[in-house]
T-cell receptor, first 112, second 116 residues
Framework: GQQVMQIPQYQHVQEGEDFTTYCNSS?????IQWYKQRPGGHPVFLIQ?????EVKKQKRLTFQFGEAKKNSSLHITATQTTDVGTYFC????????????FGTGTQLKVEL | GAVVSQHPSRVICKSGTSVKIECRSL??????MFWYRQFPKQSLMLMAT?????????EQGVEKDKFLINHASLTLSTLTVTSAHPEDSSFYIC????????????FGQGTRLTVV
């Protein structure tokens, strides 16, 4: 079954509101990556976190990797309509070889 | 960034026919490519790992005789859906990674397959 879960599944916000998606793995991850997929498009890499407790920022986006390396979060401050899309976390499961396991995804809609 | 090109972007085929999807790394060599399937509003499910010059590694539950993968060169992997049925209709997407320290996946544009 799906080993990497994300909540919420959907989020509908007003432009300017903040947004957070949470990613939880049943097993320890060697690293976590985040991707954004626009409607009708393909996933595009955003960032990778490797270290326990790591925090990285990209403009309005803040990414965290949990201390136990089993969870992660993506926070968007003051959402814009350009943030619309589905956000996926993806992790390399420790001992799982070279493949990425994608989370269930969070679909973000931003309303004016 | 690295570019992965997937072709065709859309295909409609009749039930019982076969469809070939190509995935090319345009500006880098990819010894490994990955094939995913994505249903509407769902996540990407890894189908198989394509290895250049050797057999693909299929995920549990994926029929290797139905989803034929060939990775004959360092820049091309193909996925052939054989004897397609309506339940095979889906979005198929490939990815490749650069060798070395960079581990992010670069995705092709995806192929929307509709079997009628």
């Amino acid at each position: 079954g799906q080993q990497v879960m994300q909540i919420p599944q959907y989020q509908h916000v007003q432009e300017g509101e903040d947004f957070t998606t949470y990613c939880n793995s049943s097993t320890t991850l060697s690293n976590i990556q985040w991707y954004k997929q626009r409607p009708g498009g393909h996933p595009v890499f955003l960032i990778q976190l490797v270290k326990s407790g790591e925090v990285k920022k990209q403009k309005r986006l803040t990414f965290q990797f949990g201390e136990a390396k089993k969870n992660s979060s993506l926070h968007i401050t003051a959402t814009q309509t350009t943030d619309v899309g589905t956000y996926f976390c993806a992790g390399k499961i420790t001992g799982g070889g070279n493949k990425l396991t994608f989370g269930t995804g969070t679909q973000l809609k931003v309303e004016l | 960034g690295a570019v992965v090109s997937q072709h065709p972007s859309r295909v409609i085929c009749k039930s019982g026919t076969s469809v070939k999807i190509e995935c090319r790394s345009l500006d880098f060599q990819a010894t490994t490519m990955f094939w995913y399937r994505q249903f509407p509003k769902q996540s990407l499910m890894l189908m198989a790992t394509s290895n250049e010059g050797s057999k693909a590694t299929y995920e549990q539950g994926v029929e290797k005789d139905k989803f034929l993968i060939n990775h004959a060169s360092l820049t091309l992997s193909t996925l052939t859906v054989t004897s397609a049925h309506p339940e095979d209709s889906s979005f198929y997407i490939c990815s490749a990674r650069l060798q070395g320290a960079r581990t992010e996946a670069f995705f092709g544009q995806g192929t929307r397959l509709t079997v009628v």
